[in-house]
């Protein structure tokens, strides 16, 4: 299979949106988690 | 612009009077059938998101399985916003000052402007003209994008 | 008798160290039925369109048995997931849980749906290959496949239901149900 070199202005918009989700997706359920794992330390003080 | 209005006006409605009243009807034609559609939905993103990232299927052509994946996948949206709006209604005011209720709100706008706007223009021509990065990119953020907004729908049941 | 038996069983779970703990922490039990929940996408969703295609409603283009053979096995994942999690949640709450009217009926169609999966797959072996190009199943295994996904939809909706304690045995409720849903004397 050959890959094309040159991104179409298509696929560069796609990349830029896609990556912008997968990048937000993970921060927020990080940021979620980490919460999660301050209130858990509070519960055993 | 303030919506707080917007809202206490949604519980007014007859959809938010009949929710309201009558719990095994919020609960069957509400919530159990947001539920059916969320596997019909799931169903779609899944087989579509996991052939493009050459998981599933492999013998078969990804423009088919993305093709008949997003006829489900449109009969499923509509029927899940459709639950979800009666739903919301009945607890409206509640929604408005619940923090994943507007997680849920911000991921489910993005996820459809991406589907509609992004994907699908780029996805309807052949796929072997497309950079397999881009497609595994595309078929990663959509799957992550559909769990976030089903996930932050769970909490908010969860949060006050 | 035997809902004297069920109580027993719950109570005695329900006092075991494991269950307090989920029961008790909130992101923890909060996050496994979350997973339950949300692995409807991957099960029911894979399972939903297996059935669809018996039905002629998706990938019709596409051979039956091809999609029966691929969506099986990331449909056996989910399930897994689906059952791991949903024996954690009846841990957590073994006592309300068990006198669920709901959970009972869902267990009761949860076995008919697994003899309607045996009875599908064996069908389907057997005649796959003179008809997996149609754009439909014959009519016994459409049958089945329709069965499915009323039956799922069944498990979704009292799945749904154990939430609400509407028919719990501390209403007051006529005998026939209060021996359903496992209700015993004090």
């Known amino acids: ?45 | ?160 | 008798m035997i809902n004297e038996m069920l109580v027993q069983f719950a109570e005695w779970l329900y006092a075991t160290g494991g269950s307090r703990a989920i029961e008790e922490s909130f992101y923890l039990y909060n996050w496994i039925e979350t997973t339950h929940v949300l692995t409807i996408m991957v099960c029911l969703g894979m399972l939903a369109f297996i059935d669809l295609r018996m039905l002629g409603y998706a990938l019709p283009n596409v051979s039956a048995s091809t999609i029966a053979d691929r969506l099986n096995v990331p449909m056996m994942i989910g399930f897994a997931l689906m059952f791991i999690t949903g024996l954690l949640l009846f841990y957590a709450k073994p006592t309300y849980t068990n006198q669920s009217i709901w959970f009972r009926i869902k267990m009761v169609l949860l076995v008919v749906a697994f003899f309607n999966a045996i009875r599908f797959h064996r069908h389907m072996k057997a005649s796959a290959s003179t008809w997996c190009n149609e754009p439909r199943a014959p009519f016994n295994l459409r049958v089945s496949a329709a069965l499915s996904l009323g039956l799922w939809a069944g498990v979704v909706t009292t799945g749904r239901l154990i939430a609400y304690d509407w028919y719990h045995c501390y209403r007051d409720l006529p005998g026939w149900l209060s021996a359903a849903a496992g209700c015993v004397a004090e």
Do not use: C
């Not at chain 2, 990232?53 to 949206?77: C, G, Y």
């Not at chain 2, 029927?79 to 509640?94: D, H």
């Not at chain 2, 996820?111 to 223009?121: C, D, E, L, Q, T």
């Not at chain 2, 003209?129 to 595994?136: M, R, S, T, Y």
């Open chain 1, 1 to 45: 299979m050959t890959v094309k070199k040159e991104l179409g202005i298509q696929e560069k918009i796609a990349a830029v949106a896609a990556g912008a989700i997968i990048i937000s997706a993970l921060m927020y359920w990080g940021y979620q988690f980490v919460g999660m794992l301050e209130f858990l330390e509070m519960a055993y003080e």
């Open chain 2, 1 to 160: 612009m303030e919506l707080l209005p917007f809202f206490e006006w949604a519980e007014t409605t007859f959809l938010g009077y009949i929710g309201k009243t009558y719990g095994g009807v919020y609960a069957t034609f509400g919530q159990s059938l947001h539920l059916m559609a969320l596997a019909v939905l799931g169903g779609s993103v899944l087989v579509a998101d996991l052939r493009l990232l050459n998981v599933i299927m492999k013998d078969v052509p990804s423009e088919i399985v993305t093709e008949q994946a997003h006829k489900w996948f449109r009969i499923a949206l509509v029927m899940i916003i459709s639950t979800g709006i009666f739903m919301a209604a009945a607890v409206a005011q509640r929604m408005y000052h619940n923090d994943f209720f507007w997680a849920k709100m911000s991921a489910l706008l993005v996820g459809i402007i991406f589907v509609f706007a992004i994907k699908r223009p780029l996805l309807k021509g052949s796929h072997a003209d497309l950079n397999p990065i881009v497609i595994k990119m595309v078929a990663s953020a959509s799957i992550l994008v559909w769990f976030s907004v089903a996930a932050t729908g769970r909490w908010i049941g969860f949060s006050g």
